[in-house]
């Protein structure tokens, strides 16, 4: 079955057949849910990153570091919500999981800088274009 959401096709069933660890796929496969069922895949960096992911878990390539951060962070941060916790304290909770700043690539990071404070541009060693 493939979703199409906006410009991102997520193909959830091919992902059991890429050679990653079955609790990443179900990671991914959460993650996934929790942005199409809250709309947060409507927005263009996390649309974008949806699409990545699910492209390189289709073919079997290599995620890169923020991509696994990501699925991670988005995953832990649904599994939260679904117990009770509030959004904002699930977000919070989620982003220690990995290093301030490093769930996003940093190509997305520049292709949308109002989406992105300039925290984020420093993290990766990018020049904000506000600066």
């Not at 990671?27 to 699910?54: E, H, T």
């Not at 962070?73 to 679904?82: Q, T």
């Not at 220690?96 to 997305?108: T, V």
Request: glycine share 6%; net charge positive; charged share 25%.
């Amino acid at each position: 079955m493939c979703y199409t959401l906006g410009t991102v096709e997520i193909f959830l069933p091919e992902l059991r057949f890429v050679h990653v660890k079955a609790a990443f796929r179900k990671k991914a496969r959460l993650s996934w849910r929790y942005m199409v069922r809250n709309g947060y895949y409507k927005d263009p960096a996390n649309n974008l990153m949806m699409q990545r992911i699910s492209t390189a878990l289709k073919s079997g390539t290599k995620l890169s570091v923020a991509q696994r951060n990501w699925v991670k962070h988005e995953a832990y941060e649904a599994k939260l919500v679904s117990k009770g916790m509030d959004q904002g304290t699930a977000h919070a909770e989620a982003g220690k999981l990995h290093p301030d700043y490093f769930n996003y690539d940093p190509d997305i990071i520049q292709a949308f800088p109002e989406e992105f404070n300039p925290n984020w541009f420093e993290a990766w060693g990018l020049k904000h274009p506000s600066r």
